[in-house]
């Protein structure tokens, strides 16, 4: 398992290049198995928000939300 830096989703995201982000996170995050961090699913949300897909922003932040609990939970345990 491998971690994405965000600079380059950063920078797509204030270049407004919104699919570019949703096709580099289909690429790296479901063919490649990386690890997005919260600063990638960030962009990722608010780029589907303002292309008004919020229903999909929302059903990415469901997927970190059940994706980060067990992690969460290790943590308080």
């Known amino acids: ?3 994405f830096s965000n600079t380059h989703p950063t920078a797509m995201y204030c270049g407004k290049r919104y699919g ?14 990386l690890v997005p961090n919260i600063v990638y699913y960030n962009n990722l949300i608010n780029a ?3 292309e008004g ?25």
């Open 53 to 77: 897909r919020v229903d999909v922003g929302l059903e990415d932040y469901r997927h970190i939300y059940w994706q980060m609990l067990p992690l969460v939970r290790r943590r308080l345990l």
């Open 48 to 50: 589907h928000c303002v």
């Open 1 to 3: 398992m491998s971690v």
């Open 20 to 33: 570019d982000i949703v096709a580099l996170f289909q690429y790296f995050f479901n063919q490649s198995n």
